[in-house]
């Protein structure tokens, strides 16, 4: 059975709240809000964020709608921390406010979802990216992720991406070879993940 997926769910994510200044004031209110892609419903949630202080932390506040229709005001506070970026400055994080089988989740997150009644991380509710619910077979689509996965390792292991606003040369060399055609070697780990699929099956 598909598993409900983050694009499906409302998504408050920390670049959002970025863009729009809430972590540039000691306090501020804003309201976002969602539209559905398949009708014209709308759902919104108020948030007040306050950065500053011994307790940084967001409050939302919101009118949840059971699938039953029965609706239940809801106001609690969502904490964020923040990480020293390494040229200065610092990144925020959510701190997942929810708690499965008795225990805090408390993962430092970039992204929180409405997929219940409260906020909380992908983790917690389970959600798995759309592109993870396509049916794929195939050398072709193991080759894509040997790849992928290769890249995805080197970029999570750069600690400068940027300088002044443009890629470093580094950088700029992954992002091209993203795009490349894989060399002979490449080809021949994909066909030997793709043959250890076959065996599996």
Known sequence: MAKRTCEASRALS?????????FDWDLMNGTATWTSSW????????????VRGDFPHLRLH???????????NLDYQVRITSTPCYFGGKRYWF???????????????????G??????????????????????????????KVLSNDLYDKE????????????????ARLLRKANRTPSTGELMAAEMAFNKLLLKR
């Open 95 to 113: 701190i997942c406010p929810l708690i499965r089988n008795g225990v805090p989740c408390q993962r430092q997150v970039g992204v929180i979802y």
């Open 62 to 72: 919101y009118v949840h709608t059971s699938y039953d229709g029965e609706t239940t």
């Open 156 to 171: 999570a292991e750069m600690r400068v991406k940027y300088w002044h606003g443009r890629p470093t040369k580094r950088y």
């Open 39 to 50: 009708s014209e419903d709308k759902s919104s949630i108020g948030i007040e964020s306050r």
């Open 115 to 144: 997929a219940g009644m409260y906020y909380g991380c992908r983790y917690c509710y389970d959600l798995a990216y759309q592109s993870q619910q396509e049916n794929h077979s195939g050398m072709w689509y193991v080759m894509g």
């Open 14 to 22: 920390i670049t959002f709240l970025k863009e729009y200044g809430y």
